[in-house]
């Protein structure tokens, strides 16, 4: 039998809980491994547990740099010593890139990846580094060393090699300098990596054209606190932009998440993604609330998430009623401030459920969603807070 989830069209009231930032969460956890041999980490405030936390976890025992063990609310992250045969990094795709350079440290590894980072870029990512890598159907082997050198990665596709550089080049003996090609999107998501590792006791210099590393450091096991979710916030958001009385507690206002920005970004007629490519899903469903044209552009990368986010969030909101086309890098919305309703798909992303649901407190008759599961990605819990202000969402069985 199938499971899916009828979301009826519901007026939302009331305050939910931001659940801990899976971003923060995993770059203290990788921190927290890399500190191991100096004593233990506490990360505190890591409730609920993200599949992505999870997959963080793993990874940095299945490489023998730490074991994670949660305790009450918190991670103690503590040293360990033997490696797995297999790195698993499930679907996180920040898991998995942030570790290939710490891999490299060790000589590399075998990494198994989830189904939809299978499809992920790789070649392009990973060119200028001194490593070799084979596919195996899930199982990706990087070989090679990581030294003190000059480096040049590319900085229009993903920000997340570029943030597991930053994060191993310290450990190297001798500086370094990584230097950023092609542009830079997603900068503030360095920035947030760049503030754990100082948490840490790691820094590194910032320039124009990219950074300078310092090699010989070490990370100190501290104590670490996970702010909020800004990203899971966007889809309470939109929701509160449709008309309803709705907020988030637990967000640090000063975060360095980049996806703080939706309140500032929602209802703008142009919004240009390449720094905020995560609030496409929330900002196209609260377009449709909007009588009028949004165009969401240098959003090409999106293609290459979890699911190809444009074509998907595009021929999904059309199922219920929207007004919307895709082009190689941009989703326009012309909004009518209404939609149908009808059944749809999350393509197991998690950003689309909670996007389409979202859609739902402007339907005129309710949502039927497929892979209503994916949102265990980052927010394991996101139904129950919907249903915790008023929203209506029944599971069925086909």
């Known amino acids: 039998m199938k499971r899916v989830l009828k979301i009826f069209p519901s007026k939302l009231s009331g305050t939910?809980?931001?659940p801990p930032s899976k971003s923060c969460l995993q770059r203290a956890v990788i921190c927290g491994a890399l500190a191991a041999a100096g004593g233990?980490?506490?990360?505190?405030?890591?409730?609920?547990?993200?599949?992505?936390?999870?997959?963080?976890?793993?990874?940095?025992?299945?490489?023998?740099?730490a074991r994670c063990k949660e305790?009450?609310?918190?991670?103690?992250?503590?040293?360990?010593?033997?490696?797995?045969?297999?790195?698993?990094?499930?679907?996180?795709?920040?898991a998995f890139r942030f570790l290939i350079p710490v891999s490299l440290l060790m000589g590399g590894g075998r990494f198994e990846l989830g189904k939809s980072l299978i499809k992920r870029p790789l070649?392009?990512?990973?060119?200028?580094?001194?490593?070799?890598?084979?596919?195996?159907?899930?199982?990706?082997?990087?070989?090679?060393?990581?030294?003190?050198?000059?480096?040049?990665?590319?900085?229009d596709i993903s920000s997340q090699l570029i943030s597991g550089m930053l994060l191993a080049l310290p450990l190297v003996k001798g500086d370094s300098k990584l230097t950023v090609?092609?542009?830079?999107?997603?900068?503030?998501?360095?920035e947030m990596t760049l503030d754990v590792m100082r948490r840490f006791g790691v820094s590194v210099e910032t320039k124009s054209d990219g950074f300078l590393i310092k090699g010989g450091q070490r990370y100190i096991p501290t104590e670490y606190e996970v702010e909020g979710d800004w990203s899971y916030a966007a889809f309470f958001d939109a929701a509160r932009f449709?008309?309803?009385?709705?907020?988030?507690?637990?967000?640090?206002?000063?975060?360095?998440?980049?996806?703080?920005?939706?309140?500032?970004?929602?209802?703008k007629n142009e919004v240009d993604m390449a720094d905020v490519p995560d609030l496409l899903p929330a900002l196209a469903a609260a377009a449709c609330a909007k009588v009028g044209k949004t165009v969401l552009y240098n959003a090409g990368r999106l293609r290459s998430k979890e699911s190809d986010r444009l074509h998907c969030m595009c021929s999904e909101l059309r199922k219920l009623g929207a007004d919307v086309c895709e082009s190689e890098e941009r989703l326009t919305v012309c909004g009518k401030g209404r939609l149908l309703g009808g059944e749809v798909d999350s393509h197991g992303d998690h950003r689309i459920a909670m996007a389409l649901t979202a859609a739902s407190c402007i339907c005129d008759a309710p949502v039927t969603l497929h892979g209503?599961?994916?949102?265990?990605?980052s927010a394991?819990?996101?139904f129950e807070a919907w249903k915790s202000i008023g929203g209506k969402v029944v599971l069925s069985e086909l």
């Open 16 to 18: 939910v809980q931001a």
């Open 40 to 65: 233990t980490t506490l990360i505190k405030n890591v409730l609920p547990l993200s599949d992505d936390a999870v997959s963080a976890m793993r990874a940095v025992e299945d490489m023998g740099l």
């Open 71 to 94: 305790v009450n609310a918190s991670i103690e992250v503590s040293a360990t010593g033997r490696a797995a045969e297999k790195i698993r990094v499930g679907e996180s795709a920040t």
């Open 123 to 155: 070649d392009e990512l990973v060119g200028s580094l001194d490593l070799r890598y084979g596919r195996d159907g899930a199982d990706v082997e990087i070989s090679g060393s990581l030294s003190a050198k000059s480096y040049s990665i590319r900085g």
């Open 181 to 190: 090609t092609y542009g830079f999107v997603s900068k503030r998501y360095v």
């Open 242 to 267: 449709m008309g309803n009385d709705v907020h988030v507690a637990g967000l640090n206002t000063e975060s360095l998440q980049a996806d703080r920005r939706f309140a500032e970004l929602c209802g």
């Open 372 to 377: 209503y599961e994916a949102v265990s990605k």
């Open 380 to 382: 394991p819990y996101f």
